[in-house]
């Protein structure tokens, strides 16, 4: 499996406070999308970044792709307590329709 | 509503048993998947359909069918349930597009618990 792995497992911050997520993976990429899930429900996407872009933007959400490591990070400021959710990685291989191959998450918590 | 919907939502079922569970989506969508997700094992795919009469297997394909006859629907087969497949699922689509955009609408999940 070429699943990705995201890191930390888990995450606790106070309100406030940035959360930084990230997630490695190991074939080449066409394009990294990240999905949140609040408990027990489906995922939402939240970005998608393509493997010739660096850094993107989506209101207090930033993401970064650095392909020379396989590895994104996703970064969410000044946090609120509805941000407590699990965020996964998802990798889309370079041939671009293929399946999308889903990390383990990391779940984190926001506490208020 | 652009949306994706399964049913059931929950169900209990005894071993052995066949089941369906239906996804459908009205997005237009060629591509649609099952997952399966299981606490520490994140989400794992269980077939996909890039189209309609095309299926194809993902990680963990044992135990389950697919059909995908029309392009809105893609309803997951279990015809003989075991506890192991006790998990919650998910339905997702997809438009498929050259340019890799490969953006996943979820279903709001069928949490099957196999006695």
């Known amino acids: 499996s ?10 606790s911050i106070q309100e406030g406070e940035n ?10 990429i066409n394009n990294l999308q990240w999905y949140r ?16 872009e660096r850094e993107k933007h989506s209101g207090r959400l930033r993401v970064t792709l650095d392909t ?9 400021t000044a946090s609120r307590a509805a941000d407590t959710a699990s965020y996964f990685c998802a990798t889309v291989w370079n041939s671009g329709n293929t399946p999308l191959v889903f990390g383990k998450g990391t779940r984190l918590s926001v506490i208020a | ?15 052995g048993k066949k089941l369906t569970v239906t996804c459908s989506q009205n997005m237009n969508h060629e591509y649609m ?10 989400l794992r795919q269980i077939y996909y359909s890039m189209n309609v009469e095309v299926t ?5 394909p044992e135990g389950y069918k697919v059909s995908r006859k ?6 997951l087969i279990l015809e003989s349930p075991s506890p192991n497949q006790t998990s919650l699922y998910f339905c997702a689509s997809s438009p498929r597009s050259t340019s890799g955009n490969n953006e996943q609408f979820f279903g709001p999940g069928t949490r099957l618990t196999v006695l």
Not at chain 1, 19 to 28: G, H
């Open chain 1, 2 to 11: 070429q699943q990705g792995e995201e890191d930390p497992q888990a995450l």
């Open chain 2, 56 to 60: 194809d297997k993902g990680d963990v």
């Open chain 2, 33 to 42: 998947s099952w997952y399966r997700q299981d606490p520490g094992l994140g």
């Open chain 1, 19 to 28: 959360a930084t997520m990230n997630c490695s993976y190991k074939t080449s």
């Open chain 1, 37 to 52: 899930q609040n408990s027990g429900r489906g995922l939402v996407h939240l970005i998608l970044i393509r493997s010739n």
């Open chain 2, 1 to 15: 509503e652009a949306q994706v919907t399964q049913n059931p939502r929950y169900l209990i079922t005894v071993t």
């Open chain 1, 68 to 76: 020379s490591k396989k590895s994104s990070s996703l970064l969410i």
């Open chain 2, 70 to 75: 029309e392009k809105r629907n893609f309803p």
